[in-house]
């Protein structure tokens, strides 16, 4: 396994508002490392490593996985929480430049909201939505 692929370990507060994609992150890069080695890396392995890199809290939430599949559903089942589109969209659409916020950090931001808007409903990308 190539060590600079190596994530550091998982640790989210339950209320941050940022878990779901910290954890869709962190769990790219962990199957990243994990696909990084020369030779498969197997289920019991894969179990193990995983706890090695998640925090404390984390590791005694996942400990009665007996597979390395369940316990990151587990961890999915508990981060990634779906998207209110509705809410999404009122957030898009109600969102201003605050003062002294620049036009490049603006676009930033609507560009983040627009990622959980249907654009399949309305047709458009985020793109589309931030520039028209």
């Not at 992150?25 to 490392?33: G, H, P, Q, V």
């Not at 590791?59 to 589109?85: C, G, H, W």
């Amino acid at each position: 396994m190539d060590s600079g692929l190596k994530p550091e370990k998982l640790n989210l507060d339950a209320r941050s508002p940022e878990n779901t994609e910290i954890c869709k992150y962190w769990l790219r890069c962990f199957e990243a490392y994990l696909n990084s080695s020369e030779t498969e890396v197997d289920g019991p392995h894969k179990l193990s490593l995983l706890h090695a890199r998640v925090g404390h809290r984390l590791s005694f939430a996942i400990e009665k996985a007996t597979t390395y599949e369940m316990a990151v559903k587990i961890l999915q089942d508990r981060f990634l929480k779906p998207i209110n589109e509705v809410h999404a969209r009122h957030l898009f659409l109600t969102c201003r430049q605050r003062s002294r916020e620049t036009l490049d950090e603006y676009l930033e931001r609507l560009t983040a909201l627009a990622r959980n808007c249907d654009q399949k409903r309305c047709g458009r990308s985020p793109h589309e939505l931030i520039y028209s």
